[in-house]
């Protein structure tokens, strides 16, 4: 059986082994990478442009950010037939192609992220070590804690005023060169889109500028998202316990909403920024009306009107544009307003992914993709739903393992 025509159902011409070949997972894809380059670009608005408001939820979105890294490249391992010989454009970097060139991308900025993770969480590092030194008797996990926290260290244990001011320095350094990096190793994805000659869909050169910006918007809201859910689990916890760790249940929401409030206010910018681009691309297409406009018209305006105009721009866009528009912004509006824009994101990769695949290479005939459900073998799980919800699950655990070693909102005895 041919790789593809599991879930594609065909309609009028089309050529004999012409199937929908790039399935969810390659919806996952640049999903996945836009989660990356968008919680990145986050954490730099308070390193590189201090804005003080946004200090908490920076650390949270840089670690958050290192832990998408490992899960971005997954679904394309999914995806190969064979998967094993995708650590070859990891190993074998290049740019005579753009996925070629992934691999110094990819390795270019996770050495930033891990740097300055390194520099923002050295202190810490530390201290941990030395209270762990001094500890008697320690059992068999303090001693792999003791390990782990002198490793981490780097034998740099100078933790004086003028070495940590250095340190600032670093990151600030690392943030600054780490936003266009972040946002060419998304703009790639856009880039190889957008410079597929063949599909009259995805030939624009505003691909990768589109991709990128609804990158920032998307990396933006999962990091609120979390954000508060994180913190609604906090103080569910303090107030069962009824040990506020020296911290008032008023003190843990008000600072919440503030970050909230000031976080929606960019996510509301960039996505302003990001529909503007996608109708702009539209009417060019529309205005100039090359020789293809008539199938893409058919696609966009007919066959593809529900998943564009109704659930991409309508519940994914206006939608949300209005819950965080509207004064007196709540926390339930907000995980609403954010889950909504996660869906008008991912929405816009299927219609680009999925939607580009939609029309024949005849223009006389259509495919139609049906996302496996219940998978029946190996083959329908890691290309179906279980596979994207498999992908999508992975860095919130990645997270929650890696925030024992990064603490995204520190120790509280230190703090007080």
Not at 112 to 138: G, N, P, T
């Amino acid at each position: 059986m041919v790789h593809g025509e599991i879930w594609t159902l065909k309609e009028l011409f089309t050529y004999p082994n012409e199937y929908i070949y790039w399935s969810v997972q390659i919806v996952m894809y640049p999903f996945m990478t836009g989660l990356v380059a968008g919680a990145f670009v986050l954490s730099s608005l308070y390193h590189v442009f201090g804005i003080k408001e946004l200090k908490e939820i920076a650390r949270f979105a840089l670690v958050f950010s290192f832990a998408l890294l490992f899960a971005a490249p997954m679904p394309i391992m999914l995806h190969l037939q064979y998967p094993f010989r995708g650590i070859n454009v990891m190993m074998t970097p290049h740019f005579t192609s753009a996925i070629a060139a992934f691999g110094i991308v990819f390795f270019t900025y996770g050495a930033i992220v891990a740097s300055e993770l390194w520099f923002l969480y050295r202190k810490h590092f530390v201290v941990k070590a030395l209270a762990l030194r001094e500890l008697q008797d320690k059992n068999m996990i303090q001693w792999l804690e003791y390990l782990l926290y002198c490793t981490l260290t780097l034998g740099v244990y100078d933790v004086s005023e003028e070495a940590l001011h250095r340190d600032e320095k670093a990151i600030k350094v690392l943030a600054g060169v780490g936003i266009p990096v972040a946002c060419f190793l998304h703009g790639y994805a856009g880039f190889i889109f957008g410079s597929v000659k063949a599909n009259a869909l995805w030939m624009t050169p505003l691909m990768p500028v589109i991709f990128i910006m609804s990158a920032i918007v998307s990396g933006i809201a999962l990091c609120m998202l979390t954000y508060i859910v994180v913190m609604e689990y906090r103080k569910f916890m303090i107030k069962r316990a009824r040990k506020p760790w020296q911290m008032s249940l008023e003190e843990v929401k008000g600072a919440e909403m503030h970050v909230v409030k000031m976080t929606s206010k960019y996510l509301v910018l960039f996505l302003v920024l990001a529909i503007t681009l996608e109708l702009l691309d539209l009417i060019f297409r529309g205005y100039t009306a090359v020789k293809s406009w008539d199938v893409l018209r058919t696609v966009i305006y007919e066959r593809d009107f529900y998943d564009i105009f109704i659930m991409q721009y309508g519940i994914g866009n206006l939608i949300p544009l209005i819950l965080f528009l509207v004064p007196g912004l709540t926390v339930k509006r907000s995980i609403l307003g954010v889950l909504l824009v996660l869906f008008g994101v991912f929405m816009m990769r299927w219609n680009v992914v999925i939607g580009g695949q939609a029309f024949s290479l005849t223009f006389a005939g259509f495919m139609h993709y049906t996302l496996p459900i219940i998978p029946h073998d190996w083959e329908t799980f890691k290309e179906g739903l279980g596979g994207a919800l498999s992908i999508f699950a992975m860095p919130f655990v990645l997270f929650y393992l890696i925030s024992y070693v990064f603490p995204v909102f520190g120790d509280a005895k230190q703090e007080h």
